[in-house]
């Protein structure tokens, strides 16, 4: 078995399309407007399907799941996320001396963990 995927399902694709491709660089690896969906990640890596959808989407509960993204430097990320007025959920935190990570919501309210692994 191999773990291919996580759907989410979001109130605005090109919104979303904004948030992880356009500020964390989350590649598209396929997008499809007929259905409004999109695929992001590596080829050989898992992926993010974000699905555009006219229901009710209620992430108030925290829905008990958070996507997690790597990123090269948490002090790099916090400017952009100031320069794009995304608000921190939680500040930096390092649990050991190789990881730390922070956490903010995406348009949609879904919890992502910003995550640096320190070398």
Same mark, same amino acid.
């Given at each position: 078995? &191999?773990?291919?995927?996580?759907?989410?399902?979001?109130? *605005?694709?090109? $919104?979303?399309? *904004?948030?992880?491709?356009?500020?964390?660089?989350?590649?598209?690896?396929?997008?499809?407007?007929?259905? !409004?969906?999109?695929?992001?990640?590596? #080829? #050989?890596?898992?992926?993010?399907?974000? +699905?555009?959808?006219?229901? #009710?989407? *209620?992430?108030?509960?925290?829905? =008990?799941?958070?996507? =997690?993204?790597?990123?090269?430097? +948490?002090?790099?990320? !916090? &400017?952009?996320?100031?320069?794009?007025?995304?608000?921190?959920?939680?500040?930096?935190?390092?649990?050991?001396?190789?990881? $730390?990570?922070?956490?903010? $919501? *995406?348009? #949609? =309210?879904?919890?992502?963990? +910003?995550?640096?692994?320190?070398?």
């Amino acid at each position: 078995m &191999k773990f291919s995927w996580v759907t989410i399902y979001v109130k *605005d694709l090109e $919104k979303s399309l *904004d948030f992880y491709n356009g500020i964390f660089g989350l590649r598209i690896s396929s997008l499809t407007e007929e259905i !409004k969906m999109a695929m992001l990640g590596e #080829d #050989d890596e898992p992926k993010l399907e974000i +699905l555009q959808t006219e229901e #009710d989407i *209620d992430t108030s509960a925290n829905l =008990g799941f958070c996507i =997690g993204l790597e990123v090269e430097s +948490l002090e790099e990320t !916090k &400017k952009v996320l100031e320069e794009n007025n995304i608000e921190l959920l939680r500040d930096v935190v390092s649990p050991a001396p190789y990881i $730390k990570f922070m956490f903010v $919501k *995406d348009p #949609d =309210g879904y919890e992502v963990q +910003l995550i640096e692994f320190i070398k």
